[in-house]
């Protein structure tokens, strides 16, 4: 059956290449390419930009973001069982798509960019969550890249949008909001990865602010947000305990109760609260 590149179906590149899943590299195939090409649509604009793609696996979505007219693709992926698949790709598209066999915690892929440069992944699951830490904090910040578009669990989407007062509300949905402007722009079923995992999945689409949101000091904010929700449950003048001696009135001064919990403040009062610790 022809496809919308030409290129055989996924299915027959994975037969063909013999690239049975390994649970131990998260992987998860997409191998419907018209929904490929919805996910890399969601990355915006790509044709004057160099996409970086981490663990492209059989290729389903760096076809996507291929036929979607991206300037240039670098693609990151560990397993070397998938570079004759990937290699195919290049060849129908010359000089566009650039494959990396390397582990993406390792490399600095701006040697190989030239920007402006969008992130769009199908991550695996097991280093999507440090990926976007790392992505969202020095040195990786301020940040090489305009926009990432990125699968994740449906619950870790949900932690990184997540608004006060939801049970999801933490250490991720602050980074992501004070750095960045964090949105769902799709929800995935089991049934549409190869094989299935156990859950739903989400495409969270994430913009770089120029400034983050309120002023304070990332060490500060970082080690108060810590500190505040290693025990979530507990008012915060008990989990902040021995911050500072006076950290009550630091957190009145902050618009906080000492008798609040971590879940329900808000990014601008962690923000106050972090510049007030960090006050003589
Ligand atoms: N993008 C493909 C798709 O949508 O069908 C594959 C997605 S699969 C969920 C995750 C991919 O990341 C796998 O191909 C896996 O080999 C690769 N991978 C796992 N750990 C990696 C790492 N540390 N660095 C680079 N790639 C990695």
């Known amino acids: 059956m022809a496809t919308i590149d030409g290129l055989p179906p996924l299915r027959e590149v994975i037969a063909t290449h013999g690239l049975a899943a390994k649970k131990s590299l998260g992987q998860n195939f997409l191998l419907d390419l018209n929904l490929t090409a919805k996910i890399a649509r969601q990355a915006g604009e790509l044709s004057d930009c160099d996409v970086l793609e981490i663990g492209p696996g059989p290729g389903g979505l760096t076809?996507?973001?291929?036929?979607?007219?991206?300037?240039?693709?670098?693609?990151?992926?560990?397993?070397?069982?998938?570079?004759?698949?990937?290699?195919?790709?290049?060849?129908?598209?010359?000089d566009r798509l650039q494959v990396i066999n390397a582990d993406a915690l390792q490399l600095d892929p701006l040697e190989h960019l030239t920007p402006p440069i969008r992130v769009a992944a199908n991550l695996p699951y097991n280093v999507g969550t440090e990926l976007l830490v790392r992505w969202l904090t020095p040195p990786q910040w301020p940040p090489?890249?305009?926009s990432l578009t990125l699968m994740f669990q449906r619950e870790?989407?949900?932690?990184?949008?997540?608004?006060?007062?939801?049970?999801?509300?933490?250490?991720?949905?602050?980074?992501?909001?004070?750095?960045?402007?964090?949105?769902?722009?799709?929800?995935?079923?089991?049934?549409?990865?190869?094989?299935?995992?156990?859950?739903?999945?989400?495409?969270?689409?994430?913009?770089?602010?120029p400034e983050p949101r309120y002023p304070a000091d990332p060490k500060v904010l970082e080690q108060v947000i810590a500190?505040?929700?290693?025990?979530?449950?507990?008012?915060?003048?008990?989990?902040?305990?021995?911050?500072?001696?006076?950290?009550?009135?630091?957190?009145?001064?902050?618009?906080?109760?000492?008798?609040?919990?971590?879940?329900?403040?808000?990014?601008?009062?962690?923000?106050?609260l972090a510049r007030a610790v960090a006050a003589p």
């Open 63 to 94: 076809r996507g973001l291929l036929a979607e007219g991206a300037r240039r693709v670098l693609a990151v992926e560990k397993d070397a069982r998938c570079l004759p698949a990937l290699a195919e790709i290049s060849d129908a598209y010359p």
């Open 144 to 146: 090489y890249w305009q």
């Open 156 to 209: 870790v989407a949900d932690r990184i949008v997540a608004r006060p007062g939801s049970k999801t509300y933490g250490r991720l949905s602050l980074l992501a909001s004070w750095r960045a402007e964090a949105r769902i722009v799709m929800t995935l079923p089991p049934e549409a990865f190869t094989p299935p995992p156990k859950i739903s999945s989400a495409v969270v689409h994430i913009t770089a602010l």
């Open 227 to 272: 500190r505040a929700f290693n025990q979530r449950r507990k008012m915060l003048r008990a989990a902040l305990k021995g911050l500072k001696p006076d950290i009550e009135d630091r957190l009145i001064a902050s618009g906080i109760k000492p008798t609040d919990r971590a879940e329900t403040v808000k990014l601008e009062q962690f923000c106050a």
